[in-house]
């Protein structure tokens, strides 16, 4: 019961909280601040993932730079295609 309970006021909740943000950024876009609506947009969307793929030299070292990560992919391709 107790569940049941918790899982209405949390989806009544996440309903609040939808329309709010939804009145926000309809407010920013309707006054033309588009920083704000920019701003909300970025805080309301998925967070990005700081996690890049790891690609790494013949030896085992992960590769820092990016022309020579570039390069690694190139060399990969290469030996797959050929």
């Avoid at 909740?13 to 309707?30: K, T």
């Avoid at 805080?43 to 390069?71: F, L, Q, W, Y």
Wanted: with cysteine; hydrophobic share 35%; proline share 1%.
């Amino acid at each position: 019961m107790l569940r049941k309970e918790i899982g209405q006021s949390l989806r009544k909740d996440r309903e609040a909280w939808s329309s709010e943000r939804a009145n926000e950024l309809e407010a920013a876009a309707v006054s033309g601040n588009y920083r704000k609506l920019f701003q909300l947009t970025r805080a309301t969307g998925n967070k990005k993932s700081g996690v890049s793929e790891t690609v790494c030299e013949d030896d085992g070292m992960p590769i820092t730079n990016i022309h020579r990560r570039v390069g690694q992919w190139a060399e990969f391709f290469e030996r797959q295609f050929n």
